[in-house]
């Protein structure tokens, strides 16, 4: 499976700023996901980045609130913007694996903690 | 609504012992499933993908499938206590589907 980096781990940030999330892959990939997981919950996908057009976004996330940038097959970028306590998350990138079945492998997910 | 369940738990089972791990799933035409561990903190690691009915072993893992029934269970013989982590039950739904759908998950306590 590929492997995918995550920066950064964990954040504290202060209700009301920004923050972009990396996710870089050692390898072109077909697809790639966000997740976020709430504490307790299980994983509820954000978007999907598209490579060189608009993400396309799951039912309750829009762009304004989760901008997603995907340039090239090896990397995409998950901005939280205007943070409130209730986006305090594990952020997670994912992707398939390089047959382009429909396996998914995860990042090692960001802690983000909104104060 | 298409739906994953799984019993949150925790599920306490002694070390040497079999885990069983279960999920129902409500769309009768999915066709893939998988099985997460994700230890706390971490991300999820997939160990198990399962796409036809019956068994399918690999090491101390056995995934089994009964679409008929729509349950998917996962079973860990000799648990150990590095077993200890929750296990997320994943499962494409039909209709041209390409993203899995996630249960819950259920947490697994291996005690010495």
């Known amino acids: 499976s590929a492997v995918i980096s995550q920066k950064p781990s964990r954040d504290i940030c202060q209700r009301g700023t920004s923050l972009t999330i990396q996710c870089q892959v050692d390898?072109?990939?077909?697809?790639m996901f966000w997740y976020r997981q709430q504490p307790g919950q299980s994983l509820t996908l954000i978007a999907t980045?598209?490579?060189?057009?608009?993400?396309?976004?799951e039912s309750g996330f829009v762009i304004d609130k989760f901008p997603i940038s995907r340039p090239n097959l090896t990397f995409s970028t998950l901005t939280v913007s205007n943070m409130s306590p209730e986006d305090s998350s594990i952020y997670l990138c994912?992707?398939?694996?390089?047959?382009?079945?429909?396996?998914?492998?995860f990042g090692s997910g960001t802690q983000l903690s909104v104060l | 609504q298409k739906e994953v369940e799984q019993n949150s738990g925790p599920l306490s089972v002694p070390e040497g012992a079999i885990a069983s791990l279960n999920c129902t799933y409500s769309?009768?035409?999915?066709?893939?499933f998988f099985w997460y561990r994700q230890y706390s903190g971490k991300s999820p690691e997939l160990i198990m993908s399962?796409?036809?009915?019956g068994d399918k072993e690999d090491g101390r893992f056995t995934a089994q499938l009964n679409k008929a029934s729509q349950y998917v269970s996962l079973l860990i013989r000799d648990s150990q206590p590095s077993d200890s982590a929750t296990y997320l039950c994943?499962?494409?739904f039909g209709g041209g589907s390409y993203i899995p759908t996630f249960g819950r998950g259920t947490s697994l306590i291996v005690h010495p």
């Open positions: 994912s992707v398939t694996d390089r047959e382009g079945t429909i396996k998914l492998f």
């Open positions: 390898s072109q990939v077909t697809m």
């Open positions: 980045a598209n490579q060189g057009s608009e993400a396309t976004y």
């Open positions: 769309d009768r035409g999915s066709q893939s």
């Open positions: 399962i796409y036809s009915n």
């Open positions: 994943a499962v494409l």
